[in-house]
C-alpha cells in the first residue's frame, strides 16, 4: 500500500496547480509527481526562469544555420559567380571581335570598290575575264572568312564548355548553346 503524504498550500497556488491540472488533462496528483519528476531528472532549479539548456541548444542551431550558409555560399555561390563573369568576359571577347571583324569588312568593302573601279578601265580587254576572276575572290575571302568566323566560335563554345564545373546547371548550358547558334545563323 502506498503511503501518501500531505502538502500544505495557499489558495492562489491551489487555483495555478489546478489550472495547470485542467489544462493537461491529468489529476492534480499526477501533476505534482510529473513536476517532481522533472526536477529530480533535470537537476533544474525552479527558481532558474532562464533555461541554459534551451538557450545553448538554440546557439547551436544558429551556428549550424550560419555555418550551412557559409559551406552553400563556398560550394554553390561563388563558383556560380566566377563562371558568369568568366561567360560575360567570354561575350565582350565575342563582341570586341565582332566589331573588329565589322571594320575589316568595311576596309574590305573599301577595297572592292577600287578593284572595281580599276576593272571598269580594263573592261573592254578582260571583260569577261574580269567577271570571273570577282567572283573568285569573292568566294574565296568570303569561304576563309567564314572559316575563320566559325573557327573562332567553335573555340569559344568548347572553351565555355570546358570551363563548366559539375555543379552547372542545364540552364546554363542551354544559354551556352543557344548562344553559340546565334552565332553561327549570323555567319
Known amino acids: 500500500m502506498e503511503t501518501l ?23 492534480n496528483r ?10 529530480f531528472r533535470s537537476k533544474k532549479d525552479p527558481l532558474d ?31 556560380i559567380k566566377r563562371e558568369v563573369d568568366r561567360m560575360t568576359g567570354n561575350q565582350q571577347d565575342i563582341n570586341n571581335l565582332l566589331r573588329e571583324l ?9 577595297g572592292q570598290n577600287e578593284l572595281l573601279s580599276a576593272g571598269k578601265n580594263y573592261s573592254s580587254k578582260l571583260s569577261n575575264t574580269d ?17 575563320k568566323q566559325f573557327l573562332y566560335v567553335l573555340g569559344t563554345y568548347i572553351k565555355s564548355r570546358d570551363a563548366f564545373s559539375m555543379m552547372t546547371s542545364a540552364k546554363e548550358k542551354e544559354e551556352l548553346i543557344r548562344i553559340t547558334k546565334n552565332q553561327i545563323d549570323l555567319l
Do not use: C, W
Open 49 to 79: 526562469i532562464n533555461d541554459e539548456l534551451l538557450k545553448n541548444t538554440m546557439l547551436k542551431q544558429h551556428k549550424d544555420y550560419i555555418g550551412f550558409i557559409r559551406t552553400q555560399e563556398n560550394d554553390l555561390l561563388i563558383p
Open 30 to 39: 499526477l501533476v505534482f509527481a510529473q513536476m517532481v519528476d522533472y526536477f
Open 131 to 147: 567577271e570571273i576572276l570577282k567572283g573568285i575572290l569573292m568566294k574565296l575571302s568570303t569561304r576563309e572568312q567564314l572559316k
Open 102 to 110: 565589322e571594320k575589316r569588312s568595311v576596309s574590305l568593302a573599301s
Open 5 to 27: 503524504r500531505t502538502i500544505k498550500y495557499n489558495i492562489q497556488t491551489a487555483l495555478k496547480m489546478d489550472r495547470v491540472a485542467q489544462k493537461l488533462g491529468r489529476p
